[in-house]
């Protein structure tokens, strides 16, 4: 499914970024995010990272574990979304989108069932360089043969620009109902919290020494 996924604005693509913080706050069916707050879950650290790895706020934010008055975006399996943020990503560090299916709607899920991965942004290694996919939006596809029902879609950034320091996660929800789906089971799962460990490579990574190589923390990509 590599090829159904791309950053949507002239992506930012930097070996070396500046301090800031970020959320990603809307979510759109095609190419535009769409409307702040209507299908993306609304945190209450305004635009602050969570740092703790055992904390549930690694699902969907902190005062995210609920819809609240948040919409449920109708989504057909195959089609294209894209997350919005207030300001494009500062920090150095992959991307990565979950899904997690609701046992009955997105709006009263809590994100405690099985989490699978559909995207990576990782880095890309070239002329003595690590390149970071820096974007203002981010755009993915449905994967067209996972169960019909409602869902919760995770967008998480990864900022490990400080080595040494505790890394950072930029964690937003939206809310979906997927249609014309198929009946495969996507593995593998893993739990938030419970997928990121502070001993992932990927986590603890010096990306200003010897950083040639890199594994985006939690499990595979799931592909159909």
């Known amino acids: 499914m590599k090829g159904f996924f791309e950053a949507t604005i002239a992506a930012v693509l930097a070996a070396h970024g500046v301090s800031g913080h970020y959320i990603f706050q809307a979510l759109g069916k095609g190419s535009s995010p769409g409307t702040v707050y209507q299908y993306v879950r609304h ?17 969907c934010n902190v005062g995210g574990a609920t819809g609240g008055s948040t919409s449920t975006l109708a989504l057909n399996a195959g089609d294209q979304f894209t997350f919005g943020l207030d300001q494009a990503v500062y920090h150095q560090g992959p991307v990565s989108l979950y899904m997690s299916k609701a046992p009955g709607t997105a709006a009263e899920y809590d994100g405690s069932g099985d989490w699978f991965k559909i995207y990576d942004w990782g880095p890309k290694f070239g002329g003595g360089q690590a390149q970071w996919t820096m974007a203002g939006t981010y755009s993915g596809n449905i994967p067209k043969c996972i169960p019909d029902g409602e869902y919760l879609l995770r967008i998480q950034s990864l900022a490990i620009h400080n080595p040494g320091a505790t890394p950072q996660w930029y964690i937003s929800c939206g809310q979906i109902k997927v249609s014309g789906g198929g009946s495969t089971t996507p593995s593998p799962t893993a739990k ?6 502070a001993t992932d490579p990927g986590y603890t990574a010096n990306i200003y020494n010897n950083f040639n190589s890199y594994t985006v923390p939690g499990p595979s990509v799931f592909q159909c």
Do not use: E
């Not at 938030?192 to 460990?197: D, E, H, Q, S, V």
């Open 43 to 59: 945190n209450t650290n305004m635009n602050s990272p969570v740092t703790d790895l055992s904390s549930k706020d690694m699902r």
């Open 192 to 197: 938030i919290p419970g997928a990121f460990k």
